[in-house]
């Protein structure tokens, strides 16, 4: 299960996941989020990536939440911040997306509350989408 969201006062696109995402469940999130873009009005916006209340990640979900992530970026998304669920994870993780993290694009974090968002003017549209397993 899935929910995505846009924060219109900050840009700030929001996916939350929980419970189990297999790598087709996570392909039709990574179309569902494209669609979510073209409301967005900005040339930069951020990501909060929400998997801390999922069950782990098999090798095939976090291919493809890696491609979502490449993507996110070609779109216009200037930081995309992960919320894990632990610290292996977060160690995982940043090995895996090292050279973004090294260029301050992506950041790992156990609580969303610690992460600012830098402002950004406000113009994206909400739109609400829920997907159950």
Excluded at 16 to 24: F, K
Excluded at 54 to 79: Q, T, Y
């Amino acid at each position: 299960m899935y929910l995505l969201n846009i924060i219109e006062e900050t840009n700030v696109v929001e996916a939350s996941l929980g419970g189990r995402i297999d790598a087709t469940e996570m392909k039709v999130m990574g179309e569902e989020l494209a669609e979510l873009l073209t409301h967005v009005e900005t040339d930069s916006f951020c990501v909060l990536l929400d998997y801390s209340r999922a069950k782990p990640l098999d090798r095939k979900a976090l291919v493809e939440l890696s491609w979502i992530k490449d993507s996110l970026f070609e779109s216009g998304a200037s930081k995309i911040v992960n919320v894990a669920r632990d610290e292996s994870e977060i160690i995982a993780a940043t090995t895996d997306r090292i050279q973004y993290v090294l260029e301050g694009k992506e950041i790992f974090v156990l609580d969303p509350a610690e992460v600012r968002f830098p402002a950004v003017q406000q113009s994206a549209t909400a739109v609400y989408h829920l997907k159950a397993a």
